[in-house]
């Protein structure tokens, strides 16, 4: 097995999800993640292979009420285009475990998980607008981990921060916030083809284009080969 390695500041971008994806997020006696139920409890036995090695889509059925879900890797989400250059890796090493979360755009924008020392950094020596903030728990998606950031431009040139929540409950348990350049051509935006979230409509009609699904219930049940298609005309009807 590949080793274990955690790195806060790293030009390799897997690395920096890795790390992220296994930050220590904290526990709090009255989430919900009881002893060891907090997504970084959950990833903290993983290696960076045995995320390379996850499906970048998982869809699973539901026998009891004929439905089908969606789960995208977060991973592999934030490891296909995003970046790590010299202006980011800066960034991230100043906003490395900050003492203050509480930095601001423009007096009123609360830029999440970002220090004062590393934002007064970036913004006295390069040109920021921040577009917009978000929260994927706000709204539809697939994603296996609530993501929390905002879209930002630094010089004309689109980049993106970002926290993966780690946590039990919704409201905490997220990492510092770490910089991503976007790559070239996205205009923003994270994955070139991996969508954050498909509606039901839209994955009945790309069924012909699964090959395999696990049991909604027991992840250790996998519909295949003619299962899968009986299990595909039932969807249909």
Same mark, same amino acid.
């Given at each position: 097995?590949?080793?274990?390695?955690?790195?806060? @500041? @790293?030009?390799? *971008?897997?690395?920096?999800?890795?790390?992220?994806?296994?930050?220590? @997020? +904290?526990?709090?006696?009255?989430?919900?993640?009881?002893? =060891?139920?907090?997504?970084?409890?959950?990833?903290?036995?993983?290696?960076?292979?045995?995320?390379?090695?996850?499906?970048?889509?998982? #869809?699973? #059925?539901?026998?009891?009420? /004929?439905?089908? #879900?969606?789960? *995208?890797?977060?991973?592999?989400?934030?490891?296909? =285009?995003?970046?790590?250059?010299?202006?980011?890796?800066?960034?991230?090493?100043? /906003?490395?475990?900050?003492?203050?979360?509480?930095?601001?755009? =423009?007096?009123?924008?609360?830029?999440?998980?970002?220090?004062?020392?590393?934002?007064? &950094? $970036?913004?006295?020596?390069?040109?920021? %607008?921040?577009?917009?903030?978000?929260?994927? &728990? /706000? +709204?539809?998606?697939?994603?296996?981990? !609530?993501?929390?950031?905002?879209?930002?431009?630094?010089? %004309?040139?689109?980049?993106?921060? *970002?926290?993966?929540? +780690?946590?039990?409950?919704?409201? +905490?348990?997220?990492?510092?916030?770490? $910089?991503?350049?976007?790559?070239? #051509?996205?205009?923003?935006?994270?994955? %070139? &083809? $991996?969508?954050?979230?498909?509606?039901?409509? %839209? !994955?009945?009609?790309?069924?012909?284009?699964?090959?395999?699904?696990?049991? &909604?219930?027991?992840?250790?049940? *996998?519909?295949?080969?003619?299962?899968?298609?009986? !299990?595909? !005309?039932?969807?249909?009807?």
């Amino acid at each position: 097995m590949a080793t274990k390695t955690q790195t806060q @500041t @790293t030009s390799n *971008v897997k690395d920096l999800i890795f790390s992220m994806l296994t930050e220590n @997020t +904290g526990t709090h006696m009255c989430d919900s993640g009881g002893d =060891n139920g907090r997504m970084w409890q959950r990833n903290a036995h993983k290696c960076v292979a045995d995320f390379e090695a996850e499906p970048q889509e998982l #869809y699973q #059925y539901d026998p009891k009420y /004929n439905e089908i #879900y969606r789960t *995208v890797s977060v991973f592999h989400y934030l490891t296909n =285009n995003l970046e790590v250059d010299s202006l980011a890796f800066e960034f991230n090493e100043r /906003n490395t475990k900050p003492k203050d979360w509480d930095a601001e755009y =423009n007096g009123d924008v609360s830029i999440y998980g970002v220090g004062w020392s590393a934002w007064d &950094y $970036l913004t006295e020596f390069y040109e920021v %607008e921040v577009s917009r903030s978000w929260n994927t &728990y /706000n +709204g539809e998606s697939d994603l296996s981990q !609530i993501l929390q950031g905002a879209n930002l431009t630094i010089n %004309e040139e689109h980049y993106i921060l *970002v926290q993966i929540h +780690g946590g039990a409950d919704a409201r +905490g348990g997220y990492t510092d916030a770490k $910089l991503f350049k976007c790559g070239d #051509y996205m205009d923003g935006m994270i994955h %070139e &083809y $991996l969508r954050e979230y498909t509606d039901s409509c %839209e !994955i009945l009609e790309e069924l012909e284009y699964i090959d395999s699904m696990t049991d &909604y219930w027991d992840e250790s049940i *996998v519909y295949e080969g003619k299962e899968l298609e009986s !299990i595909k !005309i039932k969807l249909n009807n």
